[in-house]
């Protein structure tokens, strides 16, 4: 199947996939300056594919249609401009991608918005080739300038003129970039430590500042701030660190610590509808079926063009971007997979829906936000938002949670009825009779949802005039029909470029243990080799972070702020105590443990005034006791401190040894032979000499 976006490799050629059907394909050469699309019969393609002429490939501009514009750049503005002049064109598909048709469309365009043919024809192309999405159209400021190559002044200084300090300055030349290294490694990048203004005095001396000097000689000589720029550029805080500290003390003082509705839509895919809901039925907990947990959440996104069930939730959390993203990433996963963790066997054909859709309509409160952002500039994917009180706007997916929940009723116990608890004599309280668990309910559900897709017929579906009459109204089966016969609008992106994107992101604050988020520190090769956990460290304190609420383990790091990017970071074994759980159980745990450090420091301080209090009483019980003393005596007091230490060290022997000396009872028991015998008495006294412990008795023979 070719479906929108998808490139491949033909004839030294990269091409990008436009628009298919049944018979043809439209596609476009992304590396020509002047291409335009161009019409293959599908069955040709299909036949090269075959052949390995055509090979899929990675998209080589997923960097430009994953970088959004900064807001408020003029990269934004150029942006906005050619998606406002060509946005309804792109989308009158196929008609676009025929050139007579197109003429059409481009003059209609050219009358609206008043620019030049030739920027247009630019528009489309930039469109076209870099990914048929809105971040297509940027400006492409990135390729402007020497990137990463230095600028070079000779004769002229870089930056602005001065306004208030005489002179013009001196301009940074490479003999001057040499004296730089060499007073930055005799003065700064060694054990000596020395100061900066140290260093650039002796920079002013080296470049040949007269001496003594006047104001006057320092006029045109290289500033401070130059000489300040060039260090920081040009040397990283990991090497001035070894240099200054020493290759020991910084192993062992400074190196990171880190031990421790249908007519509107044209085919399947074009619009999806998502909604929540609370199941009526109370579920029990998996670990102990005597614990009511309450009524589980529902997500259901629907297509609405086959009324298929094409991805869904059940779980715990409330209603939210939490719940609504897991329902969106079934929507576009393999569904034997998500099915078999539930211990349902199926096949691909019986719930083949998988992908990313044109069109996506929700609640206000969870389709805002800065995943709406990524769905809609990078993804491709509009997102329609209903007005409160309007849930008849997503009239099918609503319907459906009445349809779901009548097929479950007689088959669960704890359904929830009209019925008031409690007001009724000898009433039934339906709470008490949950049985279901979480996952047994929603393996119901699974179940329900499947013989929908594959058996139920919808009854009120309004056939197109190009649907056959005699083609049954079943959502498997117009799901099938729609991808054969109508435009496949669906998108295959990488999926875990598709869920980091969606998790919740925040920032997490860089310290020398690491990445900090919710107590926790994290780490990754790349923030180490950027020197990030140096004690010297003197970067931006925070970054971006994408997390997962259902694993604490790894968190995603943002370096810049491409869609594109991230860096998985682990958990440290610092934070070892927090791994494996969820970031809600974290949060617990984390407020258990500041109550029990809010008791212990008044413990703490109770015990620390009762020492204070103990020590005082234990002075000023000694300073009564201290006789009063002349000036001789106190003279005579310091001689023979030897002597009275020797005395008083005898005094404390003696008494050590005094419980020693207690007489010993040496009085023997008396020891009556049994059977007959008889027996002598003998001592059990200890012996007190080596030969009577080593002495052999006859008796042990």
């Known amino acids: 199947m070719f479906m929108p976006n998808d490139v491949y490799s033909w004839d030294q050629r990269r091409i990008r996939i436009l628009w298919s059907n049944r018979q043809a394909v439209f596609w476009i050469d992304i590396d020509d300056e002047g291409a335009l699309p161009q019409i293959a019969s599908k069955s040709d393609l299909e036949h090269l594919l075959a052949r390995a002429d055509l090979k899929a490939i990675t998209d080589p ?15 934004e503005a150029v942006q906005e401009k050619a998606w406002a002049a060509i946005k309804d064109a792109v989308k009158a598909e196929p008609e676009i991608y025929q050139r007579k048709t197109r003429g059409e469309l481009l003059n209609r365009v050219l009358g609206e918005t008043g620019t030049t043919k030739q920027t247009v024809y630019r528009w489309l192309r930039r469109y076209w080739q870099f990914g048929m999405c809105k971040n297509a159209l940027n400006g492409r400021y990135d390729l402007c300038g020497g990137v990463g190559k230095p600028k070079s002044f000779e004769s002229k200084r870089n930056g602005r003129m001065r306004t208030r300090s005489p002179g013009e300055g001196v301009p940074i030349t490479d003999g001057i970039k040499s004296l730089f290294r060499i007073v930055i490694e005799k003065c700064l990048l060694n054990e000596g430590k020395y100061e900066f203004d140290y260093a650039y005095n002796q920079l002013l001396i080296s470049y040949g500042v ?65 909604d929540a809901t609370i199941a009526d039925v109370y579920l029990t907990s998996e670990h ?84 709406v952002e990524v769905l809609s500039k990078s993804f491709h994917v509009d997102i329609q938002n209903t007005p409160a009180f309007r849930a008849d706007w997503k009239g099918i997916v609503e319907r459906y949670f009445r349809t779901i929940q009548t097929k479950m009723k007689p088959f669960v116990e704890g359904y929830v009825t009209k019925d008031p608890i409690g007001k009724k004599r000898h009433g039934n309280d339906y709470r008490q009779d949950g049985m279901l668990t979480l996952k047994e309910f929603t393996k119901m559900i699974i179940k329900i ?137 974290l949060w617990i745990a984390q407020d258990m443990r500041r109550d029990v450090a809010a008791t212990s420091k008044l413990k703490q301080r109770s015990g620390s005034v009762n020492l204070v209090s103990d020590l005082q009483q234990i002075k000023d019980e000694s300073k009564q006791q201290q006789p009063t003393y002349s000036k001789a005596e106190k003279a005579k007091r310091v001689k023979g401190i030897n002597d009275n230490k020797r005395n008083e060290r005898q005094y404390e022997r003696s008494k050590k040894t005094a419980d020693r000396k207690a007489p010993v009872d040496n009085h023997t028991a008396t020891v009556t032979p049994i059977h007959g015998g008889t027996s002598g008495q003998k001592g059990f006294k200890l012996p007190t000499r080596l030969k009577d412990l080593l002495k052999e008795d006859d008796a042990d023979e």
């Not at 939730?313 to 539930?342: F, I, P």
């Not at 691909?348 to 829906?353: K, R, V």
């Not at 990445?515 to 010297?536: I, M, T, V």
Request: aromatic share 12%; charged share 20%.
């Open 61 to 75: 501009y997923l960097n430009v249609s994953m970088t959004p514009s900064k807001s408020g750049s003029k990269a």
């Open 210 to 274: 007269k001496i003594p000097s006047t104001p006057e000689d320092l006029i045109n000589v290289p500033t401070e701030r130059q000489f300040k720029y060039f260090y920081q550029k040009e040397y990283t805080s990991i090497e001035v660190t070894k240099k200054r500290e020493g290759e020991i003390n910084y192993l062992k003082d400074f190196s990171p610590s880190l031990g421790t509705s249908t007519a509107e839509v044209p085919g399947p895919g074009y619009l999806y509808q998502i």
């Open 288 to 371: 102990d079926r005597a614990e009511i947990i309450g009524r589980p959440t529902m997500y259901f996104v629907v297509d609405v063009f086959s009324r298929a069930i094409v991805g869904m939730y059940v779980g715990l959390e409330n209603a939210s971007w939490v719940s609504a993203m897991e329902a969106l990433g079934n929507a576009m996963a393999d569904k034997v997979a998500y099915c078999a963790e539930y211990g349902v066997e199926i096949t691909s054909d019986l719930w083949p829906m998988e992908g990313l859709p044109e069109n996506i309509i929700g609640d206000r409160g969870e389709m805002l936000g800065r995943h």
């Open 449 to 585: 949802v499947l013989h929908y897709n594959n058996d139920h017929v919808v009854s009120t579906y309004d056939i197109d005039s190009d649907v056959p009459k005699s083609l049954p109204a079943n959502p498997l089966i117009l799901w099938n029909w729609g991808i054969e016969y109508r435009t496949g609008l669906l998108r295959r992106p990488d999926p875990q470029l598709v869920k980091i994107n969606l998790l919740p992101h925040t920032n997490a604050t860089v310290t020398e243990y690491g990445l900090k988020l919710f107590g926790c520190y994290y780490s990754c090769k790349q923030a180490l080799d950027w020197g990030w956990f140096e004690e010297n460290y003197r970067g931006p304190k925070t970054v971006t972070v994408a997390y997962d609420l259902y694993s604490t383990n790894v968190i995603y790091l943002r370096p810049s702020d491409s869609y594109l990017e991230f860096i998985p970071a682990n958990l440290t074994a610092r934070s070892r105590a927090y791994a494996d759980i969820t970031v809600w159980e």
